[in-house]
Structures are given as structure tokens and as C-alpha cells.
């Protein structure tokens, strides 16, 4: 599997959903990554330790990257 494979794969996914790509966004996997990683650090329900190795970064990284 290669990433490029992976974005077709959610873009026949999302098309078959009746999902439509807005203008000027990005519809690929390391954008819902990028997303979903923000989302959980920046809710103080769930560890940013447990975040972070749930998306498998470091906690220097997750920090860094995803904690605002």
C-alpha cells in the first residue's frame, strides 16, 4: 500500500458517501491525521502521552506539531 493509493481509496470512499471536497481544502489521509492529532491534544479529557502514542509520535513531536 502506498499513500497515494490510500488518498484514492478515500476519495472513492467519500464519493460513494456522497461526500464533496470543499474548495481550497485537502481531502487526503495525513490531513484527517493532521485533524484528528490536533483534536486530541487540545482536549483535556485524554493524556497527551496517550495521544501521542496513539497516533505514534513521540510526546516532543505531538507537542510541538499538534498542541497549541
Given at each position: 500500500?502506498?499513500?497515494?493509493?490510500?488518498?484514492?481509496k478515500l476519495k472513492a470512499v467519500c464519493?460513494?458517501?456522497?461526500?464533496?471536497?470543499?474548495?481550497?481544502?485537502?481531502?487526503?489521509?495525513?490531513?484527517?491525521?493532521?485533524?484528528?492529532s490536533s483534536l486530541l491534544g487540545n482536549?483535556?479529557?485524554?493524556?497527551?502521552?496517550?495521544?501521542?502514542?496513539?497516533?505514534?509520535?513521540?510526546?516532543?513531536?505531538?507537542?510541538?506539531?499538534?498542541?497549541?
Amino acid at each position: 500500500m502506498t499513500q497515494k493509493s490510500l488518498n484514492e481509496k478515500l476519495k472513492a470512499v467519500c464519493k460513494n458517501a456522497g461526500i464533496e471536497k470543499q474548495k481550497d481544502s485537502i481531502l487526503a489521509l495525513y490531513s484527517l491525521r493532521v485533524s484528528l492529532s490536533s483534536l486530541l491534544g487540545n482536549d483535556n479529557r485524554i493524556s497527551n502521552m496517550y495521544a501521542c502514542q496513539r497516533m505514534g509520535n513521540t510526546i516532543q513531536v505531538f507537542l510541538s506539531k499538534y498542541v497549541k
